[in-house]
């Protein structure tokens, strides 16, 4: 009986609709793949008014940090993390702390940890990058590529690892070892539901948005992590957002360039006071921006010298002695540089060989 009713009520709702020819009721989109995690995502900081910093806790894996700027009547979010999943669970986690729907987002660069969530934003929403980023993303190069074969192609040998280790481990560490397994097959689950979507709106050197009575600025000053770093810069809060041109400590050095250092010494110049990474914490001394570009530098004038004497990129990644600026960085402890930027900076050195420059 108390079917039948349900269905008289269901029947007479479809025709009522029919008739007047309403929508269906809205309901919110459900999470992509692999969205499911315990406890919160992201850890999200208000580090000025109106600008929050969000980094991910571990509960999943959301990639880089990311930046939310408040607009006035809307946000501006710089990177929009590892996959769709980890983008909706950023805006479901942002909703108590503010109404406002996202209006522009800024990819910093092409890495897919930075742009894999472009496409859980509608139309109504612009996606602002550097020319560079998107002839890359557009090109398929954001699911590809050193980076990409580096962290994601990796994935079944990591997981495999994780497995072994589950069964060999002892009972006291076998929660631990099971969490990050299951992070991981969330993550590579999370992978297949990636449509790459490139920058709507590409800028060569800069671009200015005026609102919410704020300048927020966004700046190319030359290459560095790749080809086309994008900053934001908001002069009156005086913080600038970095992505992967400077992060907390030492970066990827797979998609970079031998000018690196110069460019983050060309940012250097500008007056802020807060730094919001792509990895790792927020921090405010910009002599860090400094040791960085030391470093950088070093790297890439010792991979040359090893370049022009001959010397094979495996046993540069060896000889490479980085350790005098192992007080600012404390993960350099010994002799060497990873293969993989030593491998990226022989790729450059020899097209220019070939290609001289006039
Ligand atoms: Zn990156």
């Not at 000889?319 to 022989?346: C, K, M, N, Q, W």
């Amino acid at each position: 009986m108390k079917y039948a009713v349900s269905f008289w009520i269901a029947t007479a709702a479809l025709f009522a609709l029919a008739a007047c020819g309403a929508p269906p009721p809205p309901e919110d989109p459900p999470p992509p793949g692999a969205a499911a995690h315990q406890g919160a995502a992201f850890e999200i900081t208000e580090v000025r008014p109106g600008i929050w910093h969000a980094v991910g806790t571990g509960a999943m894996n959301v990639g880089a940090n990311a930046a939310i700027v408040d607009l006035g009547e809307s946000l501006l979010l710089v990177d929009s993390h590892i996959t769709p999943a980890a983008a909706w669970v950023l805006l479901e986690e942002l909703s108590p702390l503010t109404p406002k729907p996202v209006r522009y987002v800024v990819n910093t660069h092409f890495h897919f940890d930075h742009i894999h969530g472009n496409q859980v934003f509608g139309d109504d929403v612009e996606i602002l990058g550097h020319e560079a980023t998107y002839d890359v993303v557009a090109g398929g190069g954001s699911n590809s590529g050193t980076a990409w074969d580096a962290f994601v192609g990796t994935l079944p040998e990591q997981i495999a690892t994780l497995e072994s280790r589950l069964e060999a481990a002892a009972e006291a560490d076998r929660a631990e070892i099971a969490d990050a397994l299951a992070r991981t097959r969330a993550y590579q689950e999370a992978t297949a539901s990636i449509t790459p979507v490139p920058p709507t709106i590409t800028l060569e050197r800069r671009m200015t948005l005026h609102r919410g009575g704020h300048e927020i600025q966004l700046l190319f000053l030359g290459r560095g992590h790749t080809a086309g770093d994008v900053v934001t810069f908001l002069p009156e809060q005086r913080v600038l957002i970095t992505g992967d041109l400077v992060p907390f400590g030492l970066p990827f050095m797979g998609d970079g360039y031998p000018e690196w250092g110069e460019t983050i010494r060309g940012f250097a110049e500008l007056d802020f006071d807060l730094v919001l990474p792509g990895h790792g914490q927020p921090f405010e001394d910009k002599a860090k921006l400094g040791y960085l570009a030391a470093y950088l530098d070093d790297f890439w004038a010792q991979a040359e010298a090893a370049h022009g004497e001959g010397v094979s990129a495996e046993e540069a990644a060896n000889s490479i002695d980085l350790t005098a600026h192992g007080d600012h960085f404390p993960s350099v402890t010994a002799p060497g540089a990873p293969l993989i930027a030593v491998e990226r900076a022989y790729r450059l050195f020899d097209a220019r060989a070939l290609t001289p420059e006039q």
